[in-house]
């Protein structure tokens, strides 16, 4: 369990940071990079629970998704060559068929596209959207991550499938896709 007692520790004051390892590294070290990412698609995911509205089901699985993104987190904070005294958090084959079962179950609901969709449409559809857009950078950090060193594979796959379900999901809160604001191509050229 956690325990925090203070919260500003003045360990950061000349621009490093603390891994899970006890490691100290610049804050702009790509590991920070991409687990500082995540952190921020976590904190878009909460704005995307003010935006709900009736949908309990998926408020759910938001819940879920921000402990899952906690444990990615800590995952990407944790290097897996460390010798460690405890056992390291890792994401698990298990939370991406997850993923893979809301995407599946959601997009039964939907008909094939025939456009892209421009982010938009109802507040919650377009907070999914955002979430998207930020879960794909994580997603790019953590492959440039694991091109420099080794990852968990699945903090990849976790990603990947994340980022899918947000679409699906946007599209869900868009009136199960009725209200896509599709794009025009080349709609406003001359």
């Given at each position: 369990?956690?325990?925090l007692t203070r919260i500003y520790t003045k360990g950061g004051d000349k621009g490093k940071t603390s891994l899970s390892t006890g490691t100290r590294v610049a804050k702009y070290d790509l590991r920070v990079e991409a687990y500082g990412t995540v952190d921020e698609a976590?904190?878009?995911l909460g704005m995307v629970r003010l935006t709900l509205g009736d949908w309990p089901n998926i408020d759910k699985i938001i819940a879920r998704l921000q402990n899952?993104?906690?444990?990615?987190?800590?995952?990407?904070a944790t290097p897996l060559d460390a010798e460690l005294s405890f056992e390291p958090l890792r994401v698990t084959e298990g939370q991406v068929e997850k993923l893979e079962a809301d995407i599946d179950r959601y997009n039964a609901r939907l008909q094939p596209l025939t456009?892209?969709?421009l982010p938009g449409g109802s507040a919650a559809a377009t907070q999914f959207h955002l979430s998207r857009t930020v879960v794909r950078r994580a997603e790019r950090l953590t492959v440039e991550l694991g091109d420099k060193v080794d990852i968990n594979p699945e903090a990849i796959r976790y990603l990947n499938r994340l980022s899918d379900l947000m679409f699906?999901?946007?599209?869900?809160c868009n009136d199960d896709g009725k209200s896509d604001v599709l794009w025009v191509p080349g709609a406003s050229r001359d």
């Open positions: 369990m956690v325990e976590n904190a878009v899952d993104m906690f444990d990615l987190g800590a995952d990407l456009s892209f969709i699906v999901l946007a599209r869900i």
